[in-house]
């Protein structure tokens, strides 16, 4: 069973940083690109960032390009999404997915941006 | 970016009774491999997000026939053939041919 389980998440100060990760497990991790996708409280879904297996191909929405990075550890198959100067916009839940096309997604970590 | 328009935004559906969301891009989403990485997801309420149908129309495991998915290049349908109580909550179309993927704003299914 494909199971994808976030941590990390917590409130920050606006301006502070936070490092979420996602730990898969019930596939070969190494095979898949992954994303992260964040929900707004009471909005919709928006994509974020994703990875290709190798690490040689990154893709951000434009907002968090510059103050997000995501890497991964396929040796702990680990995704990770270091966040930093964070805004008040950023706040919300943070999926980790797995690609293509989005098919598994974890149970999310809330992020929350607030003084 | 492609933008992904879905309507309606509220659609209240009698149980029994069919229902359908509507999805356009802003853009073609047929990727230069022939195919067309448009799909659609489901997050019932309090839930993480499922997907249902990948690639216009090839259902998930698990997902059952009453939904089903169709369409061309920018416009494309989610149908539910009866809905059930369990069907309640918000759809999504998300495109995955161009970068960034990009989603619909979403469309609330409730039960009249």
């Known amino acids: 069973e494909v199971q994808l389980v976030e941590s990390g998440g917590g409130l920050v100060q606006p301006g502070g940083s936070l490092r979420l990760s996602c730990v898969a497990s019930?596939?070969?991790?190494?095979?898949?690109?992954m994303s992260w996708v964040r929900q707004a409280p009471g909005k919709g879904l928006e994509w974020v960032a994703h990875?290709?297996?190798?690490?040689?191909?990154?893709y951000y929405v434009d907002s968090v390009k510059g103050r997000f990075t995501i890497s991964r550890d396929n040796a702990e198959n680990s995704l990770y999404l270091q966040m930093n100067s964070l805004r008040a916009e950023d706040t919300g839940i943070y999926y980790c997915?797995?690609?293509?096309?989005?098919?598994?997604w974890g149970q999310g970590t809330l992020v929350t941006v607030s003084s | 970016d492609v933008v992904m328009t879905q309507s309606p935004l509220s659609l209240p559906v009698t149980l029994g009774q069919p229902a359908s969301i509507s999805c356009r891009s802003s853009?073609?989403?047929?990727?230069?491999?022939?195919?067309?990485?448009l799909n659609w997801f489901q997050q019932r309420p309090g839930q993480s997000p499922r997907r249902l149908i990948y690639m216009i129309s090839n259902r998930d495991s698990g997902v059952p026939d009453r939904f089903s998915g169709s369409g061309s290049d920018t416009d494309f349908t989610l149908k539910i053939s009866r809905v059930e109580a369990e069907d309640v909550g918000d759809y999504y179309c998300?495109?995955?041919?161009?970068?960034?993927?990009?989603f619909g704003q979403g469309t609330k299914l409730e039960i009249k």
């Open positions: 990875m290709k297996q190798d690490g040689s191909e990154k």
């Open positions: 853009h073609s989403l047929v990727y230069s491999d022939g195919n067309t990485y």
């Open positions: 998300m495109q995955a041919t161009h970068w960034p993927y990009t």
């Open positions: 019930g596939f070969t991790f190494s095979n898949y690109r």
């Open positions: 997915a797995r690609d293509p096309n989005i098919r598994y």
